[in-house]
T-cell receptor, first 115, second 120 residues
Framework: AQSVAQPEDQVNVAEGNPLTVKCTYSVSGNPYLFWYVQYPNRGLQFLLKYITGDNLVKGSYGFEAEFNKSQTSFHLKKPSALVSDSALYFCAVRDVGGTASKLTFGTGTRLQVTL | GAVVSQHPSRVICKSGTSVKIECRSLDFQATTMFWYRQFPKQSLMLMATSNEGSKATYEQGVEKDKFLINHASLTLSTLTVTSAHPEDSSFYIC????????????????FGPGTRLTVL
């Protein structure tokens, strides 16, 4: 069974500082990894994904993530945080070797960016 | 980009009534849609996979007779919460899968904005 762990419930960072939101995964086949952001009372917005290729993936709003196979991690990063980045972030994994391309989500990490 | 809508965005109903939530893919066809439930400050839990023209596949622990799913067309799936109770109050999110020519690995899920259900 596939699983995702987001070890931090909340990450606090000052505006202008770099941010990292951690994610580790477990999957039997090849991992297809995703990051989504959720604003209050809204659905999920896609940020970026890793399917294959370069380990460093660049996504929306200046976010990027690095796929590390040996550490089974896919941490989300941004060089300079903005107050508007404050939201709930979900890491997800999809094992295409399984059925129905189901996504399994982590528990989410709340990012709080302050002035 | 691909757009998925949900209707209604919020609904309040009395205990014992049924509520229908619609999920539409507006600019692409989706043979597969997914229904999730999200409790406050928690992750998304997959409830069921909705397949156009066939029965939905429910996750373990989800009552199929309580959460009726109908995927009657390539752009519409509905979730009906039957005989709703206060414990069914939650945020329900659907997603629609867009199939790409590159193979299953490149299929993408697009999420709706969610429906807040409150059962009194």
């Amino acid at each position: 069974a596939q699983s995702v762990a987001q070890p931090e419930d909340q990450v606090n960072v000052a505006e202008g500082n770099p941010l990292t939101v951690k994610c580790t995964y477990s999957v039997s086949g090849n991992p297809y990894l995703f990051w989504y952001v959720q604003y209050p009372n809204r659905g999920l917005q896609f940020l970026l994904k890793y399917i294959t290729g370069d380990n460093l993936v660049k996504g929306s709003y200046g976010f990027e993530a690095e796929f590390n196979k040996s550490q089974t991690s896919f941490h989300l990063k941004k060089p300079s945080a903005l107050v508007s980045d404050s939201a709930l972030y979900f890491c997800a994994v999809r094992d295409v070797g399984g059925t129905a391309s189901k996504l399994t989500f982590g528990t989410g990490t709340r990012l709080q960016v302050t002035l | 980009g691909a757009v998925v809508s949900q209707h209604p965005s919020r609904v309040i109903c009395k205990s014992g009534t049924s509520v229908k939530i619609e999920c539409r893919s507006l600019d692409f066809q989706a043979t597969t849609m997914f229904w999730y439930r999200q409790f406050p400050k928690q992750s998304l839990m997959l409830m069921a996979t909705s397949n156009e023209g066939s029965k939905a596949t429910y996750e373990q622990g989800v009552e199929k007779d309580k959460f009726l799913i109908n995927h009657a067309s390539l752009t519409l799936s509905t979730l009906t919460v039957t005989s709703a109770h206060p414990e069914d109050s939650s945020f329900y999110i659907c997603s629609a899968m867009r199939v790409t020519s590159g193979g299953a690995r490149y299929n993408e899920q697009f999420f709706g904005p969610g429906t807040r259900l409150t059962v009194l």
